[in-house]
Antibody, heavy 118, light 110 residues
């Protein structure tokens, strides 16, 4: 059974860079049928797709975040990572990592709350 | 890209059926059959309920069904049960090789 686990600081200062890592177990991150993505959810609000990476390194980003987001992948560690620069309080959210294809997001991490104080 | 449009809330009594709409554009919902639906209970990660417009993953009740017409997708839940009370989100792949979610719909079982 595929499992994903987010890790990283729960508190990030304004203007600094948010960094999270997702560790994948029970399957290979090099699976050609899988994309690996980050989705976030501000408290009390809806889901927002942040970005996605393929095992080849091809990445895709939400246009509204593109200038601040970098997603990378480390196939040797079966991990992928998110970096979001110049954070503000508006970036406070539960961040989920997930495995998905074009048509479905079928495995989700438990989510990790990242708070940026105002 | 703009979020897909969903009603903020819907409600129904046990045993009834409800439908949640998800309206996009010809660049997302209307472009491909890559629409999916997620159920989220408070404090939990979302759960895939429908993919490719109308397909159910293994283990999802057949009370959940999906459809699409033009730029609007729909999720129907029949035989409402108390456990169905949750937030529901649609998601679509787009012609820009991105993904976009709907704003979410809160389902209340009366």
């Amino acid at each position: 059974q595929l499992q994903l686990q987010e890790s990283g600081p729960g508190l990030v200062k304004p203007s600094e860079t948010l960094s999270l890592t997702c560790t994948v177990s029970g399957g290979s991150i090099s699976d050609a049928n899988s994309y690996w993505g980050w989705i976030r959810q501000p408290p009390g609000m809806g889901l927002e797709w942040v970005g996605t990476i393929y095992y080849t390194g091809n990445s895709y980003y939400n246009p509204s975040l593109k200038s601040r987001v970098t997603i990378s992948i480390d196939t040797s560690k079966n991990q992928f990572s998110l970096r979001l620069s110049s954070v503000t309080a508006a970036d406070t959210a539960v961040y989920y990592c997930a495995r998905h294809g074009k048509a479905r997001i079928d495995y989700w991490g438990q989510g990790t709350l990242v708070t940026v104080p105002s | 890209q703009s979020a897909l449009t969903q009603p903020a809330s819907v409600s129904g009594s046990p045993g009834q059926s409800i439908t949640i709409s998800c309206t996009g554009t010809s660049s997302d919902v209307g472009a491909y059959n890559y629409v999916s639906w997620y159920q989220q209970h408070p404090g939990k990660a979302p759960k895939l309920m429908i993919y490719e417009v109308s397909n159910r993953p293994s283990g999802v009740s057949n009370r959940f069904s999906g459809s699409k017409s033009g730029n609007t997708a729909s999720l129907t839940i029949s035989g409402l049960q108390a456990e169905d009370e949750a937030d529901y989100y649609c998601c679509s792949y787009t012609s820009s090789s991105t993904w976009v979610f709907g704003g979410g719909t809160k389902l209340t079982v009366l």
